[in-house]
């Protein structure tokens, strides 16, 4: 069970860590926040590895860039595979 809370604990800070990516996007391109700025950096460089490739299979469409959505979708599946094989199905 341990491990299990471990899985979900991964796959909780990832999430929240594209979310945040999605949240800081939108500030950046409608505010005055720095993309250089240390924290935006910081979770760019963090999610840039998970959402490349979903970006290279699916370009943005009309400035709306669909690669978070598929890779939450992925990233869901995944933790209930993970789950699943530790909990033995």
Request: aromatic share 12%.
């Amino acid at each position: 069970m341990d491990l299990v809370l471990v899985i979900r604990g991964i796959f909780s800070a990832v999430e929240w860590l594209i979310f945040a990516r999605i949240i800081l996007s939108f500030l950046t391109m409608f505010t005055r926040i720095d993309p250089y700025n240390p924290i935006v950096k910081f979770v760019h460089d963090a999610t840039e590895p998970l959402m490349g490739p979903f970006r290279r299979l699916i370009p943005p469409l009309g400035g709306m860039d669909f690669s978070p959505i598929i890779l939450f979708m992925v990233l869901n599946l995944l933790e209930k595979v993970l789950i699943d094989i530790v909990l033995g199905f």
